[in-house]
């Protein structure tokens, strides 16, 4: 703690000096006035205790809010290692000097009484803050004194000082004590004032300058005063009204540089009005802060904000539900994204009840000053939940574990069942700065790196064990014996008992309709082209000679991924098509994915999952043949071995696309129903807790648009995958914007995997759609239709990618070979441009295969 010009003790008559004093620094108060003094001291202030030789409850003063506390050396023995030394000044008399080696371990600072600045100055102990009680109340030598002593400091009775601009024969001024020791090496005597906002959290406002002048009436006044180099005194608002409340004034640490703290009102601070400081906006905490206040006076009736202000059981769940997911957050992305989440509802509530930033801070300094603290402890209640002692959730029901479809397991169980509203949020377009827009955009990162040397030790182990290694880990992760992890054909047809009619009939319905849209991409003759008289150029297809298809199986059944990866590959010809599929405990796989096997013309089926099959594909072993493409959905295991053997240059294999986590985007306009917004929705939220659902409504009514949130709360509840849905909805959001328009551009800026259109005209639409995986066009075309059974596939690009890659298709199974056939006349016309061209890149070789023929074709 550096120590003030001056510390005022504070006496009866000097509660009148308070605001002013309270600008400069800590206030002295006698243990015997504390009770009285406190209440008329401003909040901002900081105070120092002058203990009585009777005070009990030295601790409590320091709990209560003192700064430090001044002692005697017998009440140092009392207080020793039970506070902290630089909450300690000990007052002594000159003749205690001596003692001072021992203790300057145990205290901060000196109280020297009947002593001298030159006494003090020759104590050498620069870690310890010196105050001199001084022996004349002449304020002449006190204000002499104040300028020799720094870095000491004196201290005054308030008898003895006064609120005038100078100093008089019987009274100190305030303002002439503070500045006696403040220097400048300016020519014109000015300095350097930066000025800050106590609104937001001493953010800085602008760099203005400084006289004695100025600062003199700033103290007395308690307002904004400045010098300007070019106009004279400068009272801040004067003219424009934005007047401000000065809180504290500081000098730095050379003394040659002061900070003003103050309360900005009116129209701001800097002179162009569209920033709120001469260094631009505000950001972060200190911009929230303003947002939440604007829109605590103007948010519309009924609107989300105003809900948030005025609904207490939502606000109360949000703060809750935020706190939770920042308790459950894992990387550092995670942390600061649902910290800031957190943040946002926990300031609503503070702005709700008129708390501040400034505020906060207030407290969360008086917090830091207590010497008495307690355990620390949770509270039970939370304790109990933490803990696992909290009342046993129900079982969820077995579809909620075996549901169609799940890109992850369902949590063995939750801490209790949740029965709270299920929304997604809202924001207005229109109201996000660019960075803003940006975050919407986000998905949630996944650490590849850290998965790629998870997956490596795995990959590895394959590649140098092969077969015997494939099946270690197949027992170890899958708790499947196998004596071999390959399945040839031909395959057993499942029995009815095992694949009922019913499920055969649809798989046959998806399958026939999946082949007939795949078949028709299908390049049916050669592309040819004569760029010149003599010159024919063509491009002709040709399948992928082997090619890997991963089904993630295990507990789940997914006969749609096995159609969607299977077909293709069939009408695009590949000669060898690996089925990788993770094996049941008995070694077998679902009925469903073994006829899509039959059905599609796998020749392989790989009984493995995770990064162990993607490994044995993509090398081959000497049961499992190797491949060149690998093509699937997968957990981040799956997807980090892709990764790592796309790279690997002795694999030599291609992947289809990156993958991430499951995305919809739905636009929904006036024409839309709400029942089916909410399906949509859901259908793509109980994929997984890490699925990214977005709805973009366009100009919606407030009716309409609670319409849908109800929707979503009454079909969620009724899911058996509830949970998973709900932890998807809390990270959703309902994007507003005005116009059509709008919405397509920012589907366009997400590139979603799924883009669905509720819309008036949505054929139309469609022509303004860029980037997209798949579209569902008009209130009856879900994306359920898409994933199983209308005939595109629904292997998709996720996490934005849509603007680079396609879906899975047929050409994604094929490579396209191009030819030329240039004849002798041909070669005349083209041969002198090649050779020139060779020449000038200096390819003597590229120009001399030209011109030996062009030589034979002129004999």
Same mark, same amino acid.
């Given at each position: 703690?550096?120590?003030?010009?001056?510390?005022?003790?504070?006496?009866?008559?000097?509660?009148?000096?308070?605001?002013? $004093?309270?600008?400069?620094?800590?206030?002295?108060?006698?243990?015997?006035?504390?009770?009285?003094?406190?209440?008329?001291?401003?909040?901002?202030?900081?105070?120092?205790?002058?203990?009585?030789?009777?005070?009990?409850?030295?601790?409590?003063?320091?709990?209560?809010? !003192?700064?430090?506390?001044?002692?005697?050396?017998?009440?140092?023995?009392?207080?020793?290692?039970?506070?902290?030394?630089?909450?300690?000044?000990?007052?002594?008399?000159?003749?205690?000097?001596?003692?001072?080696?021992?203790?300057?371990?145990?205290?901060?600072?000196?109280?020297?009484?009947?002593?001298?600045?030159?006494?003090?100055?020759?104590?050498? $102990?620069?870690?310890? &803050?010196?105050?001199?009680?001084?022996?004349? *109340?002449?304020?002449?030598?006190?204000?002499?004194?104040?300028?020799?002593?720094?870095?000491?400091?004196?201290?005054?009775?308030?008898?003895?000082?006064?609120? =005038?601009?100078?100093?008089?024969?019987?009274?100190?001024?305030?303002?002439?004590?503070?500045? %006696?020791?403040?220097?400048?090496?300016?020519?014109?005597?000015?300095?350097?004032?930066?000025?800050?906002?106590?609104?937001?959290?001493?953010?800085?406002?602008?760099?203005?300058?400084?006289?004695?002048?100025?600062?003199?009436?700033?103290?007395?006044?308690?307002?904004?005063?400045?010098?300007?180099?070019?106009?004279?005194?400068?009272?801040?608002?004067?003219?424009?009204?934005?007047?401000?409340?000065?809180?504290?004034?500081?000098? /730095?640490?050379?003394?040659? !540089?002061?900070?003003?703290?103050?309360?900005?009102?009116?129209?701001?601070?800097?002179?162009?009005?569209?920033? =709120?400081?001469?260094?631009?906006?505000?950001?972060?905490?200190?911009?929230?802060?303003?947002?939440?206040? =604007?829109?605590?006076?103007?948010?519309?009736?009924?609107?989300?904000?105003?809900?948030?202000?005025?609904?207490?059981?939502?606000?109360?769940?949000?703060?809750?539900?935020?706190?939770?997911?920042?308790?459950?957050?894992?990387?550092?992305?995670?942390?600061?994204?649902?910290?800031?989440?957190?943040?946002?509802?926990?300031?609503?509530?503070?702005?709700?009840?008129?708390?501040?930033?400034?505020?906060?801070?207030?407290?969360?300094?008086?917090?830091?000053?207590?010497?008495?603290?307690?355990?620390?402890?949770?509270?039970?209640?939370?304790?109990?939940?933490?803990?696992?002692?909290?009342?046993?959730?129900?079982?969820?029901?077995?579809?909620?574990?075996?549901?169609?479809?799940?890109?992850?397991?369902?949590?063995?169980?939750?801490?209790?069942? &949740?029965?709270?509203?299920?929304?997604?949020?809202? +924001?207005?377009?229109?109201?996000?700065?660019?960075?803003?827009?940006?975050?919407?955009?986000?998905?949630?990162?996944?650490?590849?790196?850290?998965?790629? /040397?998870?997956?490596?030790?795995?990959?590895?182990?394959?590649?140098?064990?092969? &077969?015997?290694?494939?099946?270690?880990?197949?027992?170890?992760?899958?708790?499947?014996?196998?004596?071999?992890?390959?399945?040839?054909?031909?395959?057993?047809?499942?029995?009815?008992?095992?694949?009922?009619?019913?499920?055969?009939?649809?798989?046959?319905?998806?399958?026939?309709? @999946?082949?007939?849209?795949?078949?028709?991409?299908?390049?049916?003759?050669?592309?040819?082209?004569?760029?010149? *008289?003599?010159?024919?150029?063509?491009?002709? @297809?040709?399948?992928?000679?082997?090619?890997?298809?991963?089904?993630?199986?295990?507990?789940?059944?997914?006969?749609?991924?096995?159609?969607?990866?299977?077909?293709?590959?069939?009408?695009?010809?590949?000669?060898?098509? +690996?089925?990788?599929?993770?094996?049941?405990?008995?070694?077998?796989?679902?009925?469903?994915?073994?006829?899509?096997?039959?059905?599609?013309?796998?020749?392989?089926?790989?009984? %493995?999952?995770?990064?162990?099959? @993607?490994?044995?594909?993509?090398?081959?072993?000497?049961?499992?043949?190797?491949?060149?493409?690998?093509?699937? *959905?997968?957990?981040?295991?799956?997807?980090?071995?892709?990764?790592?053997?796309?790279?690997?240059?002795?694999?030599?294999?291609?992947?289809?696309?990156?993958?991430?986590?499951?995305?919809?985007? @739905?636009?929904?306009?006036?024409?839309?129903?709400?029942?089916?917004?909410?399906?949509?929705?859901?259908?793509?939220?109980?994929?997984?807790? /890490?699925?990214?659902?977005? $709805?973009?409504?366009?100009?919606?009514?407030?009716?309409?648009? &609670?319409?849908?949130?109800?929707?979503?709360?009454?079909?969620?509840?009724?899911?058996?995958?509830?949970?998973? !849905?709900?932890?998807?909805?809390?990270?959703?959001?309902?994007?507003?914007?005005?116009?059509?328009?709008?919405?397509?551009?920012?589907?366009?800026?997400?590139?979603?995997?799924?883009?669905?259109?509720?819309?008036? /005209? !949505?054929?139309?639409?469609?022509?303004? +759609?860029?980037?997209?995986?798949?579209?569902?066009?008009?209130?009856?075309?879900?994306?359920?239709?898409?994933?199983?059974?209308?005939?595109?596939?629904?292997?998709?690009?996720?996490?934005?990618?849509?603007?680079?890659?396609?879906?899975?298709?047929?050409?994604?199974?094929?490579?396209?070979?191009?030819?030329?056939?240039?004849?002798?006349?041909?070669?005349?016309?083209?041969?002198?441009?090649?050779?020139?061209?060779?020449?000038?890149?200096?390819?003597?070789?590229?120009?001399?295969?030209?011109?030996?023929?062009?030589?034979?074709?002129?004999?």
């Amino acid at each position: 703690m550096s120590t003030p010009p001056f510390l005022p003790l504070i006496d009866p008559s000097g509660s009148t000096l308070l605001p002013s $004093l309270a600008l400069l620094g800590p206030v002295l108060i006698p243990a015997t006035l504390v009770q009285a003094v406190l209440p008329t001291l401003p909040s901002q202030a900081s105070y120092y205790v002058q203990a009585a030789d009777s005070s009990d409850d030295l601790i409590s003063f320091l709990d209560n809010g !003192a700064q430090r506390i001044v002692i005697s050396p017998s009440q140092l023995e009392e207080l020793a290692g039970q506070v902290p030394q630089e909450r300690l000044i000990l007052k002594i008399e000159e003749s205690q000097i001596s003692s001072l080696k021992n203790l300057s371990s145990q205290i901060s600072g000196i109280y020297l009484t009947s002593s001298t600045a030159h006494t003090a100055k020759s104590l050498g $102990l620069s870690n310890i &803050d010196l105050f001199i009680q001084h022996p004349s *109340p002449n304020p002449t030598d006190l204000l002499d004194s104040i300028k020799s002593s720094r870095p000491s400091s004196y201290v005054i009775p308030t008898k003895y000082l006064s609120a =005038s601009a100078k100093t008089t024969s019987t009274h100190l001024s305030i303002a002439e004590a503070f500045l %006696a020791p403040i220097i400048t090496d300016r020519p014109d005597g000015l300095f350097p004032t930066i000025v800050s906002s106590s609104n937001h959290s001493t953010s800085p406002l602008g760099l203005v300058y400084s006289s004695k002048e100025s600062v003199t009436e700033a103290i007395l006044t308690q307002k904004g005063v400045y010098q300007s180099r070019k106009h004279g005194l400068w009272r801040k608002g004067e003219t424009s009204g934005a007047v401000q409340e000065l809180v504290s004034v500081r000098t /730095d640490c050379d003394s040659d !540089a002061l900070i003003f703290e103050v309360v900005q009102h009116g129209t701001g601070f800097c002179h162009v009005p569209t920033q =709120s400081t001469c260094f631009g906006n505000f950001s972060g905490l200190a911009k929230l802060e303003d947002t939440l206040k =604007s829109r605590l006076e103007n948010a519309p009736e009924g609107s989300y904000t105003k809900r948030i202000f005025t609904d207490e059981k939502l606000l109360r769940s949000k703060i809750m539900e935020e706190a939770e997911e920042l308790c459950d957050a894992k990387t550092t992305d995670e942390v600061a994204f649902e910290a800031a989440d957190l943040f946002y509802f926990a300031l609503a509530r503070c702005i709700s009840q008129g708390v501040s930033l400034k505020d906060v801070e207030k407290a969360l300094d008086k917090k830091s000053l207590k010497v008495t603290r307690r355990k620390g402890d949770g509270k039970p209640k939370w304790e109990e939940k933490i803990n696992g002692n909290a009342p046993a959730p129900a079982e969820l029901p077995k579809e909620a574990k075996e549901g169609s479809k799940p890109t992850e397991p369902i949590p063995k169980s939750f801490p209790e069942v &949740d029965e709270s509203e299920i929304k997604m949020r809202n +924001v207005r377009l229109s109201t996000l700065n660019k960075e803003e827009q940006k975050k919407l955009l986000l998905r949630p990162v996944l650490n590849s790196l850290a998965m790629i /040397d998870k997956v490596k030790p795995i990959v590895e182990r394959v590649r140098k064990e092969g &077969d015997a290694g494939l099946k270690a880990m197949t027992k170890q992760f899958d708790k499947a014996d196998l004596s071999s992890n390959v399945l040839l054909p031909p395959f057993q047809t499942p029995t009815e008992e095992q694949l009922p009619l019913d499920v055969k009939n649809a798989i046959d319905v998806a399958y026939s309709n @999946v082949k007939t849209f795949h078949e028709a991409q299908s390049e049916k003759k050669p592309l040819e082209v004569e760029t010149m *008289p003599g010159v024919r150029c063509s491009r002709f @297809v040709r399948p992928i000679s082997r090619v890997g298809i991963y089904v993630p199986g295990g507990t789940a059944i997914l006969p749609s991924t096995a159609i969607m990866l299977g077909v293709p590959a069939q009408v695009a010809g590949c000669k060898t098509i +690996v089925l990788a599929t993770p094996p049941r405990p008995d070694g077998s796989i679902s009925p469903e994915v073994l006829y899509v096997a039959k059905l599609t013309g796998v020749t392989c089926i790989l009984k %493995a999952g995770g990064a162990q099959a @993607v490994g044995a594909m993509a090398y081959g072993t000497d049961e499992v043949p190797k491949v060149d493409k690998i093509f699937g *959905p997968g957990n981040q295991w799956v997807t980090a071995a892709k990764m790592l053997v796309q790279n690997d240059t002795d694999a030599l294999v291609a992947i289809d696309m990156p993958a991430g986590p499951s995305e919809v985007l @739905v636009i929904a306009d006036h024409t839309a129903n709400p029942i089916f917004v909410a399906s949509d929705l859901l259908s793509q939220a109980e994929h997984g807790t /890490d699925s990214q659902v977005v $709805l973009v409504a366009i100009n919606l009514t407030q009716s309409l648009l &609670d319409e849908i949130e109800n929707q979503i709360d009454i079909q969620a509840k009724a899911l058996p995958r509830v949970a998973i !849905a709900r932890e998807a909805i809390k990270k959703s959001v309902i994007v507003l914007v005005d116009t059509e328009e709008q919405a397509l551009d920012f589907s366009n800026e997400y590139a979603p995997e799924h883009l669905i259109l509720h819309l008036e /005209d !949505a054929t139309k639409a469609v022509e303004k +759609v860029d980037n997209a995986g798949s579209v569902f066009v008009g209130a009856f075309s879900p994306e359920s239709c898409g994933d199983y059974a209308s005939g595109t596939n629904h292997t998709l690009p996720t996490n934005g990618f849509a603007r680079q890659f396609s879906g899975v298709n047929t050409l994604s199974f094929q490579k396209h070979i191009t030819s030329q056939l240039v004849s002798g006349d041909g070669l005349k016309v083209l041969g002198p441009s090649v050779v020139r061209l060779a020449e000038r890149e200096g390819l003597e070789a590229h120009a001399n295969a030209v011109r030996v023929r062009l030589a034979e074709l002129n004999k």
